[in-house]
Each structure stands twice: as structure tokens, then as C-alpha cells.
């Protein structure tokens, strides 16, 4: 019996580590600064056809992902939790930019992204969508930039991409990720407030 009672008492305890974490983690949860990662420099063009870039987001914080607009599996909870963390920094007037590049350039062309874009409420004034440029070169942006792999799959319409949101500061360093397929937003938004503004 004794036995039995100590092991309950150690998973029980084991268990509540979760507890300390919650209350103790801070926005350090979401840091990943130590990584030392930055995003190379580029242009692009963005759902109205136009040239945008590491120019254009200069001196400023921005929201990435990756996704692509014939997506069959996550970014569909990605795009609109994106759109929502927009919404609330709009509202509390935090000034950032949003950037979801496609992994689908072939297809997704400035005016699929354009009616991607529209059809999930995405306010063109600070979220961009962007294309025009190969697939190698997203893959190898992806890899340089946020460490992170995009493998199309062989007879799938799926392809292989992060479902992280990865926050850049105004000097291109990638200080920050988040879990883009988490509904409750509550902590990314309360520490993207404390880190942008």
C-alpha cells in the first residue's frame, strides 16, 4: 500500500510542476532570442503586385508565418488567428506590421493572395501577403531566416511548413515564437503588447 501511495504522491507532485511554470514564465516562454537568429534581407511583392521588403519594414516590429492559400490542413487556423492577434493590436494601438509569405508561389499569385487576404478580414494596411519568388527560394528564406523547413510532398496538395508566428524587431532579429494554431491568444497578446511597445 505504501507503494501505491508513493507513487500517486510523486505523480501528483511531478504533475503540478505545470503550476510554477505557468506563474513564472513570463514572456521568457516565448523567447528565443539566445538563438541568434535574423532574417535575411529581401523583396518581394505583396498582394497588390507591388515591390515590398526588408525596405519597407525597417526600423519597425513585425508578425510572420508561413502559409499558402490552397492550404488543406493548418492554415486555416493559422490565417484567422493572425487576423486576431491584428485586430487586438490594432485596438490597443500597437504599431507592427504582419507578413505571412507564401510557400505556394507558383500559385499563389498577388491576386490569390489578395482574395485570400480579403476573404479572412486581413487589414492590407498592416498585414502584407507575399509572393514572387521561387520555390527554392522561400525553402531557403524559411531555413535561413526562421530555421524552419518547407518540403513539398510528392502527390499531396500538403506541403510541409512551420505553424509558428515568429516576431522580428526593428533590427531584423527574430526575438520571439509563437504557437500559431493556439486558440486562446491571451499570453501571445498580452507579451507581444509588452515586447513591441
Known amino acids: 500500500m505504501r507503494i501505491v501511495i508513493s507513487i500517486f504522491l510523486l505523480a501528483l507532485l511531478g504533475g503540478c510542476g505545470w503550476v510554477y511554470e ?3 514564465g513570463g514572456s521568457s516562454e516565448f523567447d528565443i532570442s539566445k538563438a541568434e537568429m535574423s532574417t535575411m534581407d529581401f523583396e ?11 525596405e519597407q519594414l525597417q526600423g519597425q516590429y513585425w508578425l510572420a508565418n508561413l502559409i499558402f492559400t490552397y492550404c488543406p490542413s493548418v492554415c486555416p487556423t493559422m490565417t484567422p488567428n493572425m487576423e486576431r492577434l491584428q485586430t487586438a493590436m490594432n485596438a490597443e494601438g500597437v504599431e507592427m506590421s504582419f507578413i505571412s509569405f ?7 499569385t498577388a491576386e490569390a493572395l489578395y482574395s485570400y487576404g480579403s476573404n ?13 519568388y521561387t520555390t527554392e527560394q522561400i ?4 531555413a535561413e531566416s526562421f530555421k524552419t523547413p518547407v518540403q513539398h510532398i510528392d502527390g499531396s496538395e500538403d506541403i ?6 515568429f516576431l522580428v524587431d526593428p533590427d531584423g532579429n527574430v526575438i520571439r515564437k ?3 494554431l493556439q486558440s486562446n491568444q491571451e499570453s501571445i497578446i498580452v507579451d507581444l503588447m509588452n515586447t513591441v511597445n
Open 22 to 24: 505557468v506563474g513564472s
Open 44 to 54: 518581394f511583392i505583396n498582394q497588390d503586385g507591388a515591390p515590398y521588403g526588408t
Open 102 to 108: 507564401t510557400v505556394d508561389p507558383e500559385r499563389d
Open 120 to 132: 479572412v478580414g486581413a487589414d492590407f494596411a498592416s498585414w502584407q501577403f507575399l509572393t514572387g
Open 139 to 142: 525553402t531557403e528564406f524559411a
Open 160 to 165: 510541409v511548413h512551420s505553424t509558428s508566428f
Open 178 to 180: 509563437y504557437d500559431g
